[in-house]
């Protein structure tokens, strides 16, 4: 008792190298999948996959779209992220909404879960809430930041 016995040890083989097998057929699938939503849709930078709906819908739209398709609000994290959505933007021709706003605390910029932003990339002057209406944030070609009213309508870009 307690010992493996040849048989089982036999067994325990067998079943790791199917496993095994449908592990690559899994990360085959899935590669395949990444390529072609890559394609027309979207950039992976690092985990993260960023992908259009091509529509533009207004903050509150775009947020419910991303939420029902399992993902959020595009939000970059850092440089890198910020080039990838820059660069869907570019390749779609619109101007697209991130996920950062200050609906909750007017000057108080944070992620949709309510986090504290840790990378800005606002352009000169902004954000300058103009007219006081300025709460969600737009990106244009130029990939830098500007505040924009919720209720205009962006391109969606979704991260997932
Ligand atoms: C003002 C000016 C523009 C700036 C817009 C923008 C609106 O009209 O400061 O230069 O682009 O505001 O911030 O969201
Ligand atoms: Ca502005």
Redesign the pocket.
């Known amino acids: 008792k307690g010992d493996i016995s040849g048989l089982e040890l036999d067994l325990l083989k067998r079943q790791m190298s199917a496993v095994n097998l449908q592990l690559n057929l899994l990360r085959d699938a899935s590669t395949k999948l990444k390529k072609a939503i890559l394609l027309q849709n979207g950039r992976s930078v690092g985990e993260k996959l960023f992908v259009t709906h091509h529509r533009e819908l207004n903050y509150e739209a775009a947020k419910v779209i991303c939420a029902n398709a399992g993902g959020s609000i595009a939000s970059p994290r850092n440089a890198a992220e910020n080039n990838a959505i820059k660069e869907i933007i570019v390749q779609t021709e619109k101007v697209a909404f991130l996920g950062i706003n200050d609906l909750r605390t007017e000057g108080d910029f944070r992620y949709p879960s309510g986090e504290e932003i840790g990378y800005s990339n606002w352009a000169s002057k902004?954000?300058?809430?103009?007219k006081g209406i300025?709460d969600c944030v737009e990106m244009p070609s130029s990939g830098k930041w500007?505040?924009?009213s919720c209720g205009d309508k962006r391109l969606v870009i979704c991260e997932f």
Do not use: L
Request: aromatic share 0%; charged share 55%; proline share 11%.
């Open positions: 902004e954000p300058n809430n103009e300025e500007n505040d924009r």
